[in-house]
């Protein structure tokens, strides 16, 4: 079993930067791949950025490709969500993920992948 917490969700202006926090306990973090997705209002949940357990492999959603950076320090159990260029399109709750298998994040696999209870990040125009 992976706990997971995330932190440092907002309000900000479009155009601005904030930087997302996922705290680990349970498992060893360090076996485990990690993962972002974020979900707006009325819409399905959408794959925001995954990475491996080791930090040396990243993978994008199309959408925040460029703007958004994914990282992680095993020694903190932490994984981050670095996000610039925020526009109101990136309006959603986000939520982190964990698994041994980063194509099951990336896929969002109905087993094997724990979730946090998200942060909501609103952005204005």
């Known amino acids: 079993q992976v706990q997971l917490v995330e932190s440092g969700g907002g309000l900000l202006q479009a155009g601005g930067s904030l930087r997302l926090s996922c705290a680990a306990s349970?498992?060893?973090?360090?076996?485990?791949?990690m993962g972002w997705f974020r979900q707006a209002p009325g819409k399905e949940r959408e794959f925001v950025a995954t990475?491996?357990?080791?930090?040396?492999?990243?993978y994008y959603g199309d959408a925040v490709k460029g703007r958004f950076t994914i990282s992680r320090d095993n020694a903190k159990n932490t994984v981050y969500l670095q996000m610039n260029s925020l526009a109101p399109e990136d309006t959603a709750v986000y939520y982190c993920?964990?698994?041994?298998?980063?194509?099951?994040?990336?896929?969002?696999?109905?087993?094997?992948?724990?979730w946090g209870q998200g942060t909501q990040v609103t952005v204005s125009s």
């Open positions: 993920a964990a698994s041994t298998s980063s194509l099951a994040i990336r896929y969002m696999s109905p087993v094997g992948v724990y």
């Open positions: 349970g498992r060893t973090f360090s076996g485990y791949a």
């Open positions: 990475i491996s357990t080791s930090g040396g492999s990243t």
